[in-house]
């Protein structure tokens, strides 16, 4: 049987419970199913205007980002940036903070999920370590858009979670491998605001 991987999310603000998750897996592993393995840890850092997707508020400093990196590193599980605000502007990727932490974990180890190409080839031509995901935040619900998307330079692509339990629409997906599936989601399915919402949090994200 192939290793199934989790992505947990909140690096930051569920620091405590994924450390304690993780520490569980090591030295329980009878505590859980055979095959299953925390892929990455998501999220962003509190404060960092490239988040996107949900709210993080508040702030840390550096010392803490480090603790954080070496933290999971120890544990052997990448930590996964949220870098999908859609309202960044080419002024916005000069901010010193966001840049000192993706310099800070960048080690060819940990991961950035993006959604537009502003931020994309930024971290391509500054960055070129970190793998890179594409976000369900791109919205991508057409199936000849999505194995076009899967084609591309990207470690994962994150599906729309419209399609979670359509089987139709799954079954026509050309490399099921590279696909990760969002299962925590908070809008409802088919939500016409979703896109909206997405752009609301990334303006009060900045």
């Avoid at 450390?19 to 850092?45: C, N, Q, T, W």
């Avoid at 966001?98 to 991961?111: L, P, R, S, V, Y």
């Avoid at 994962?156 to 026509?172: A, C, Q, R």
């Avoid at 989601?185 to 949090?201: D, M, Q, S, T």
Wanted: glycine residues 6%; contains cysteine.
């Amino acid at each position: 049987m192939e290793d199934i991987y989790f992505y947990l999310p909140g690096l930051a603000d569920n620091f405590e419970i994924n450390v304690m998750l993780l520490e569980r897996m090591g030295s329980h592993p009878d505590h859980f199913y055979d095959h299953v393995k925390i892929g990455a840890i998501y999220g962003s850092i509190p404060g960092a205007i490239w988040n996107g997707g949900r709210y993080c508020g508040g702030m840390i400093d550096l010392d803490q980002c480090d603790y954080i990196r070496q933290t999971f590193a120890h544990f052997g599980v990448p930590v996964r940036f949220t870098w999908t605000n859609g309202t960044l502007t080419e002024d916005d990727l000069q901010n010193k903070t966001c840049n000192a932490i993706t310099e800070m974990f960048h080690d060819g180890f940990n991961e950035i999920l993006v959604n537009n190409d502003l931020m994309e080839n930024y971290i391509r031509d500054n960055y070129s370590q970190y793998p890179i995901i594409s976000s369900t935040t791109k919205r991508i619900t057409d199936i000849d858009a999505l194995n076009a998307e899967l084609e591309k330079d990207y470690k994962l692509v994150v599906i729309d979670y419209d399609f979670n339990n359509k089987w139709d629409y799954l079954s026509k997906i050309k490399r099921p491998e590279k696909c990760e599936v969002l299962i925590n989601a908070v809008c409802n399915p088919h939500c016409p605001f979703r896109k909206r919402h997405y752009e609301l949090i990334g303006k009060i994200q900045r």
